[in-house]
């Protein structure tokens, strides 16, 4: 990932993680990490920095989407 360490991905996960259980969403951590790197790789490319609140409006958009699902299957 582009200029976050490993804190950030801790605290990115676990944003991603208390939005997809505010949507009944359950994964495993292997999962969830492959979210959290896509959610963390859409806020980058849309010029967006790994904050609380742009990783949050993301995650939110992400699982409101349905988007999950493709990283399942991954």
Request: contains cysteine; glycine residues 4%; proline residues 1%.
């Amino acid at each position: 990932m582009i200029f976050s360490d490993s804190n950030d991905i801790s605290r990115c996960t676990e944003i991603v993680r208390k939005e997809l259980l505010k949507n009944n969403v359950n994964v495993s951590d292997e999962i969830l990490n492959k979210i959290t790197l896509a959610v963390m790789n859409i806020s980058y490319s849309k010029g967006g920095d790994y904050s609380d609140k742009i990783i949050q409006s993301f995650a939110k958009t992400y699982v409101e989407e349905g988007k999950f699902p493709e990283e399942i299957e991954r």
